[in-house]
């Protein structure tokens, strides 16, 4: 989110065969008794990242992918493309990130070529028709080619569990190996359980990670019985369930919603005593999956922002909870230029076509004015406004305009 720091740490490196150390945070444990294990939800989707040796690789893949995974030095300090600042961690560093790999995403608006490496053709054509919900939501595309074609994510449909490589780690895995798998789907699977796993891998390979890991640490497990459900459903030993669903992500290493989305398509199932929540089998898009996906890959299909004329007096807007307002605005005269918002504690980012980032800020004050400025060429630009408090029961309302500085 806006609000936090958002790590494009594009030197991480995620997912392969084997699988991803602990997060580094650390959800505390809760006080109490420890309850009757529930029944098995009998599903799981497994970390994968890629191996040690390619971290350095997958990093610069990344940032030539996506400008915005990259990190560069300022005033001494490690630095995201957005400006934001890092922890110094060296390029090529294996780590873990939160809930969407800022430093993993791909270009918004590319074609992603993705192929089957063998599979059922009634499975195929259930995946693909599957998949391609995301594109109703995000300004990406996918292309599906033929087996002996070049593509960017390979499917493979070997018996076992589901996974993905996690955004463009796919782009460094070796071109004959799978970036994707569908341990258990078949022709005769019914529609929720395509739906399940199929959004859920692709959202990986989008960038997203599971929701249960959330920076929050809102979700509070009762860690025996966690365990002992653990082991006995899945076979996993206590630092397995820790790093697979126990631990947390920083808000530093992800770009988060501000709570936890129960019904999100990246949640894990949380049977009843396992947690102070209970979470059933997510088979569709959640609202908030729809916006999210459609902020990090911008603008979303059907988007159409709200003109302003530069010069003009403002315009009233209002924007609630995760919503995005979007407006748009053409520069005729290259020069410096001045975006000013009263009235509501936003954030907002300047957008070049492409899309590609001139500018961002936030207000400091709650009701306060903010400025953001930047110099533009003449074309067209497009700005995406959020508010700070995405918890905020007021009406959301704001004013905006731009203007030319003189």
Request: proline share 8%; with cysteine; net charge neutral.
């Amino acid at each position: 989110m806006y609000t936090a720091r958002l790590a494009a740490l594009a030197a991480m490196a995620l997912l392969s065969s084997v699988l991803l150390a602990p997060a580094r945070g650390r959800n505390p444990e809760p006080a109490g008794k420890p309850l009757t294990p529930p029944a098995s939800a009998g599903w799981d989707c497994l970390h994968r990242r890629l191996p040690r040796e390619l971290a350095e690789k997958a990093a610069a893949a990344a940032v030539r992918e996506n400008p915005e995974n990259a990190i560069h030095i300022q005033n001494g300090s490690p630095r995201s493309a957005k400006g934001d600042a890092l922890e110094p961690i060296p390029l090529g560093a294996v780590d873990e990130k939160g809930v969407i790999s800022t430093g993993r995403k791909w270009l918004p608006g590319r074609t992603i070529r993705i192929k089957f490496l063998g599979g059922d053709p009634v499975v195929q054509r259930r995946v693909q028709a599957t998949a391609m919900e995301w594109t109703h939501y995000a300004n990406i595309k996918f292309q599906f080619v033929e087996p002996g074609e070049p593509a960017d994510v390979r499917i493979a449909f070997q018996p076992g569990g589901s996974y993905s490589l996690v955004g463009t780690d796919c782009l460094t895995a070796p071109p004959d190996q799978q970036t994707m798998n569908f341990g258990w789907l078949t022709p005769g699977s019914d529609e929720p359980i395509y739906t399940s796993v199929v959004l859920h891998e692709f959202g990986h390979m989008l960038g997203l990670i599971h929701e249960h890991m959330h920076p929050s640490g809102q979700i509070k497990w009762n860690y025996q019985t966690a365990y002992a459900y653990y082991q006995r459903t899945q076979g996993w030993d206590p630092d397995m369930v820790q790093a697979q669903v126990l631990d947390v992500y920083y808000n530093s290493d992800a770009d988060a919603t501000k709570l936890v989305d129960a019904q999100s398509i990246m949640m894990y199932p949380i049977p009843e005593g396992l947690a102070n929540i209970v979470v059933g089998w997510n088979t569709r898009l959640s609202a908030t999956d729809k916006e999210f996906i459609g902020r990090h890959y911008y603008p979303p299909p059907g988007l159409k922002p709200t003109e302003l004329v530069v010069g003009a007096a403002p315009v009233f807007g209002a924007v609630r909870g995760e919503q995005v307002a979007a407006y748009r605005f053409r520069v005729h005269e290259g020069g410096d230029y001045l975006v000013q918002i009263s009235g509501l504690a936003v954030a907002v980012r300047l957008l070049a076509a492409g899309p590609r980032k001139m500018a961002e800020g936030e207000s400091v004050q709650p009701k306060g004015r903010m400025t953001v400025g930047a110099k533009l060429e003449p074309g067209e630009y497009t700005l995406q406004v959020l508010r700070k408090d995405r918890g905020g029961q007021d009406s959301g309302q704001f004013r905006i305009a731009v203007r030319q500085a003189r």
